[in-house]
């Protein structure tokens, strides 16, 4: 355990369903993230939480909408997905600030197929 | 777009040194180097960084040239564990920006 918990480990869901991806970190860090792992591709920043406030959203489509209700918690909610939304999610958290850099800390990510 | 580059793909002999190179030629005076590792289907693991001095702690060392332009990671002792993806990464201090991974480098140890 890394001290950041992701659940589900495993996530097959219709293309029609609501799901919610949940990551919870127990580190007193005070910024979180969102990260996507396709096969055979480069882990893809989406979301960025610093102080439960979302300050980066790359470009992501509204199927996927996060949600961070305090700074040990954050959710990934998904609805209408396409099969090719189908990867490796990956949360992370990182204490920052005080121009000092800090390393991030990863969960075990969730394993989501789109059916 | 990641500011390293990185070999491919990169083999060792468990038991001996695995050393892996980074170029970071763009390397602003405000950004650390980070090393993080990727076993299959995990979460990446943190693993060393620095600014301009030498590190080492109990997972690594990691040697950056006195132009910081380039660094090594060495793993002292690699062991069948320690096949993974590395991936090197330029990031600057505090909350200034955020971990963007490239391709990394593939190290498989082999017996």
């Known amino acids: 355990e890394t001290g950041v918990t992701q659940t589900p480990r495993h996530l097959v869901m219709g293309m029609t369903n609501k799901k919610s991806l949940k990551c919870e970190q127990h580190?007193?860090?005070?910024?979180m993230y969102w990260y996507k792992q396709s096969a055979k591709k480069p882990l893809e920043l989406m979301f960025v939480?610093?102080?439960?406030?979302?300050?980066e959203n790359n470009s992501v489509p509204s199927r996927f909408s996060p949600e961070c209700p305090n700074s040990s918690h954050l959710f990934l909610h998904l609805h209408t997905l396409q099969p090719e939304d189908s990867a490796l999610y990956l949360c992370a958290s990182s204490q920052d600030g005080g121009g000092r850099s800090y390393g991030y800390t990863f969960g075990s990510g969730t394993r989501l197929t789109v059916v | 777009d990641a500011k390293t580059t990185q070999p491919t793909s990169m083999d060792c002999a468990e038991g001996r040194a695995a050393n892996l190179p980074c170029n970071h030629s763009?390397?602003?005076?405000?950004?650390?180097v980070y090393w993080y590792r990727q076993i299959h289907s995990q979460g990446p693991q943190y693993i060393i960084h620095g600014l301009k001095n030498n590190e080492t702690n109990e997972m690594a060392s990691l040697i950056i040239t006195e132009d910081r332009k380039s660094s090594t990671l060495i793993l002292p002792h690699a062991t069948l564990r320690d096949t993974a993806v590395y991936y090197c990464i330029v990031r600057p201090g505090g909350s200034q920006g955020n971990l963007i991974f490239g391709k990394g480098t593939k190290l498989s140890v082999k017996p």
């Open positions: 939480y610093s102080l439960e406030e979302r300050v």
């Open positions: 763009t390397i602003s005076g405000n950004e650390y």
């Open positions: 580190l007193g860090h005070n910024a």
